[in-house]
């Protein structure tokens, strides 16, 4: 709590507009519901899949809007994560700010693969930088809450293929819109407030 309010207190005045929100999560593709009729006494057998497929997502936004959404299902690692910045983070970056722009900051978490020799000196080289950010602070990153609405939209209609479901995921992502990015950039501030008045307790927003 103490470090989360100090942060808060040393970026009361940054100009959010500048920054590019990133981050990971895991969508799980739920079991279709099926109704069958049976004879009394007649056995019926259904098979069923001990572990769901679950299909990792990367993506990123600004005031300017989304960018690329990576899909993958191997784990992530420090030197896919420079694969994904490469491929999903510059070409964003540069579609928002221009080419060989500095004038922006990466906001992602603390995750050893953020954070590991191998990531640093591909953000270095690449001219990079990123913002400080507390540990365990998902409530202060406004991505969270795009990954909570598409997780609501896409499981309201259970999906019968793995190839249906990543195109659901892409299409959610491809729907949002640039006016609910520059909503979510502005929430910052009242965050920032939120977390000063709390003095770095969790904040619901």
Known sequence: MKKRFEWALQHEDIDWNQV????????????????VWVKRG????VSTVKHPVKIHVWGCF??????????????????????IYKNGLLPS?????GNNSYDW????????????????????????????WPSQSPDC???????????LKINNRPLTSVNNFC???????KNLSTEFAEKLVLSMENRITLLIQREGDYINY
């Open 62 to 83: 600004s005031k300017y809007g989304f960018g690329k959404l990576i899909l993958f299902k191997q784990t992530l690692n420090s030197e896919f994560m420079c694969k």
């Open 141 to 151: 990153n406004p991505i969270e809450n795009v990954w909570s609405l598409m997780k």
């Open 20 to 35: 590019v929100f990133t981050d990971e999560s895991s969508f799980h593709m739920k079991e279709v519901i099926r109704r």
């Open 105 to 132: 900051k990466l906001l992602e978490d603390n995750d050893p693969k953020h954070t590991s020799k191998f990531s640093k000196r591909f953000k270095i080289n690449n001219s990079i930088e990123s913002l400080p």
């Open 42 to 45: 007649e056995k019926y057998y």
């Open 167 to 173: 195109r659901r995921i892409k299409k959610e992502w």
């Open 93 to 97: 970056v540069n579609k928002w700010f």
